[in-house]
């Protein structure tokens, strides 16, 4: 049962509504977004804010989506903290300029509302959005339910921001299943969030008094050299993440407090690996499956995907018998992404823990704790060369 | 009404998620939301297949939607009809709750654009059918969602209305 102090402070919001709060409290100056299914109503909660006054924030209506990361490219450059909203097709449309946003190391954040891709027309949830910009050069952050995604917008803010860091942030909430879903959250005050995160201090800025140029012709040389520095800059961003969970965690008395979430028994026999809804829902299953006298079960919940926990995911192969890696997309002609990075890591990690795959909960397919208590029994008889 | 409910839940203390069903939606089309009501966190996110409660606003719809009985003998359906239809004989939940919210709601004055506006009344009846959460917890949940709308005061009324008016038949 809830608290009565809890009781009183409680909103119900969906997803969106929690992240449309959690970016007002974060102040962001600059706004430019397109709206797209099921993002559309962050943008549109901020958008009637701005219009009304009840948010200082310059509001850029753009045409597309291609150009709404040119302008937040543009606002984050001259120095404005910058954030905007996307899902699906709209993603890929603005990839050219999520990729500058990346590669020229622009501060600012977005939310990636996961939709599937065409074609069929679907518009319910998956992850193939969220994987097509893994080599982007972005932070990507996966919340688990509506209080995760409000509490990670600041901390998203925050890390991209830190001058140790310095690259464009993503937190990722699932299409409908977050976005739409109206669930308790017990709303930051703005004094926790304006304690928590510092005014943006950029490090170089477009200022006609003081001109610098971002881009430029860069040689091959420079240009490695540039890739190298993005590189250790996402390596350190792991430790940034954590304590940028942990100070939240200490701040809310909400545990977020790494770049994975433990389950169950921690050395169990088998361990589900996975990403977003589906390792709560991965979670009830676990419980079923520790009662069915078949061996014991964990789960491991990644919270960053970019940078990748590289140390946490060698710790829970060290921890389990065996691994069921959850992807909700496909990648053709090869093995589903989530998995391929796992099992790539554990190859150079020398570990030779089982991996198996379990591709499910593609363009919305309902995935409940029942049907996945009987498919990890499947993929549990899945051969592994 | 999954805003309301969720909201009345919290009130009671209870942790509570609203899932609505997307899909084509328009006007006069059939809509489906369900809630989770538990004492302790939900970590299930998959819409409900078998329901404890059933609450139809429009009584032609159950039986198109389930067509054997989810109850055996436990939970509640509650209707907006004033009689028992027909149909509804395979269902066997431990209470059944009819109230002709449709009636309570125009006579209220809660009418937008020539549509009664009958989900907030009908957890009146839900409530006087089900216990599951009290009506206490549903006038904060009105106060909460309303505000100082229009409506406010008109659907405190219908829902103690309905919640008064509720026939509530043991199996």
């Known amino acids: ?385 | 009404m999954g805003t309301i409910l969720a909201y009345a839940a919290t009130y009671d203390g209870k942790y509570v998620v609203s899932i609505p069903k997307y899909g084509a939606e328009r006007r006069g089309a059939p809509v489906q939301n369900s809630i989770k009501i538990d004492d302790k966190p939900i970590k299930r996110h998959a819409q409900i297949e078998n329901a404890d409660d059933i609450v139809s606003l429009d009584s032609s719809l159950v039986p198109r939607f389930f067509k054997e009985d989810l109850f055996d003998g436990k939970g509640t359906l509650t209707l907006n009809a004033s009689e028992y239809p027909s149909a509804y004989d395979i269902y066997t939940p431990e209470k059944f709750g009819l109230c002709n919210v449709q009636e309570i709601t125009q006579s209220e004055g809660l009418v937008k654009s020539g549509s009664a506006m009958t989900g907030i009344p009908m957890l009146g009846a839900y409530l006087a059918t089900s216990d599951a959460l009290t009506m206490d917890a549903l006038h904060y949940a009105i106060d909460q969602v309303f505000g100082k709308n229009k409506y406010l005061e008109a659907n405190h009324k219908a829902v103690d209305r309905t919640y008064r008016e509720t026939k509530v038949r043991r199996r």
């Open chain 1, 1 to 385: 049962m809830l608290t009565e102090e809890k009781t009183k402070n409680i909103k119900i919001w969906t997803g969106n509504d929690a992240v449309a709060n959690a970016v007002r409290l974060s102040r962001p100056e600059v706004i430019a977004a397109y709206p797209i299914t099921p993002s559309t109503p962050i943008i549109k909660t901020i958008s009637n804010w701005a219009a009304k006054g009840e948010m200082d924030v310059e509001y850029i209506s753009v045409e597309s989506e291609h150009a709404a990361m040119a302008g937040c490219v543009g606002a984050s450059a001259a120095g404005g903290r910058t954030f905007t909203a996307t899902a699906s097709q709209g993603l890929l449309y603005m990839m050219e300029m999520v990729y500058m946003a990346g590669f020229t190391r622009l501060p600012m954040t977005m939310a990636v509302v996961n939709r599937s891709l065409f074609a069929g027309w679907n518009i319910w949830v998956d992850h193939h959005d969220m994987y097509s910009m893994r080599d982007a050069g972005w932070i990507q952050i996966i919340a688990k339910n509506n209080q995760e995604a409000h509490d990670m917008i600041p901390v998203s803010f925050k890390v991209s921001e830190n001058h140790d860091v310095y690259v464009p942030s993503a937190v990722n909430i699932d299409g409908f299943i977050l976005s739409h879903v109206a669930g308790q959250v017990e709303p930051l005050s703005q004094k926790l969030v304006d304690d928590f995160l510092p005014a943006f201090d950029p490090i170089f800025k477009l200022d006609p008094a003081d001109p610098v140029s971002f881009g430029s012709l860069t040689l091959p040389g420079r240009y490695a050299k540039l890739r190298q520095d993005h590189l250790e800059s996402m390596d350190r961003a792991r430790k940034h993440l954590r304590e940028g969970f942990e100070e939240m965690s200490e701040l809310t008395g909400r545990n977020w407090g790494s770049l994975v979430e433990i389950y169950g028994e921690e050395n169990a026999d088998v361990g589900i690996i996975s990403l977003g809804t589906i390792a709560e829902e991965t979670e009830e299953a676990v419980d079923i499956l520790n009662t069915m006298g078949i061996g014991s079960f964990g789960a491991t919940r990644l919270r960053s995907f970019r940078p990748f926990p590289f140390e946490e995911v060698v710790d829970a192969a060290r921890r389990y018998g065996q691994i069921i890696v959850i992807d909700r997309a496909y990648s053709m002609g090869a093995n589903a992404p989530l998995v391929t990075e796992i099992r790539n890591h554990l190859q150079k990690a020398n570990i030779s823990t089982p991996v198996k795959s379990l591709i499910t909960g593609v363009g919305g397919q309902e995935v409940p704790y029942t049907l996945l208590v009987k498919m990890f029994q499947e993929v549990m008889k899945q051969e592994v060369a």
